[in-house]
């Protein structure tokens, strides 16, 4: 698995197809985040922000490779195994992204909680927003895997589907993604940094089980 996902990352990069979700989430954060703001709300727009971008990135590795190169792979390592190493390169690539901006935000915002009532340090802000990151970057992940092939294969399916998942995956009441952000904009309402674990945890179980159906899927649909 370790030689198909350095594959998959050098194809990544190689391709430069990662530049148009990376270049729209530094708009994203250009327009949403500005210097001074309180911290924990940049951090939730960040957060938010990431899991369109994370559907993205899954959507350009898997439709990446050439078909003959995707053969090849499949008759060497398995389907599964190679769609899985898609999934978790594009996981990966939404993680260190997240990851980037939460230390850029979290310095370039003012420390405080609304008002400017309450002191927040860094440090503290930085903890609590890290699990949303994750859980954003997680469940935007899962979207993109049950919206792109194998699962979904016209694109004029796929690509409104996406959009779809990712939007109800922001808004919808019992998605961990929105609850964990509702938890960073509460904590800068009240000046609690609160670390929340059960929102990523709960994001994690839910892209294991769509990257599990995904790649199980592409080994049946396999020629």
């Known amino acids: 698995m370790t030689a198909l996902l350095r594959y998959q990352a050098d194809l990544l990069l190689r391709s430069q197809r990662w530049l148009p979700p990376v270049i729209l989430y530094a708009v994203f954060l250009g327009v949403g985040v500005q210097s001074g703001q309180p911290v924990l709300n940049s951090l939730g727009y960040t957060a938010a922000a990431l899991l369109p971008v994370a559907a993205w990135l899954v959507r350009v590795c898997v439709t990446g490779e050439p078909p003959a190169a995707r053969a090849c792979v499949a008759a060497a390592r398995g389907p599964a195994r190679a769609h899985l190493a898609c999934l978790l390169t594009a996981l990966l690539a939404a993680v260190l992204l997240g990851v980037a901006a939460t230390v850029v935000v979290t ?39 049950l919206t792109s092939h194998p699962v979904l294969r016209s694109t004029g399916r796929a690509v409104p589907a996406l959009l779809l998942g990712t939007l109800l995956a922001v808004v919808s009441a019992g998605s961990p993604a929105q609850a964990a952000i509702s938890g960073l904009v509460t904590g800068s309402r009240t000046g609690r940094a609160h670390i929340a674990l059960l929102p990523p945890t709960v994001a994690a179980l839910c892209t294991a089980a769509a990257f599990a159906a995904a790649a199980w899927l592409a080994g049946r649909r396999s020629p």
Do not use: E, F
């Open 107 to 145: 310095l370039i915002s003012t420390p405080v909680s609304d008002g400017h009532r309450v002191h927040i340090a860094p440090l503290r802000a930085a903890a609590a927003g890290l699990p949303v990151v994750l859980a954003c970057a997680s469940l935007g992940a899962a979207v993109g895997a």
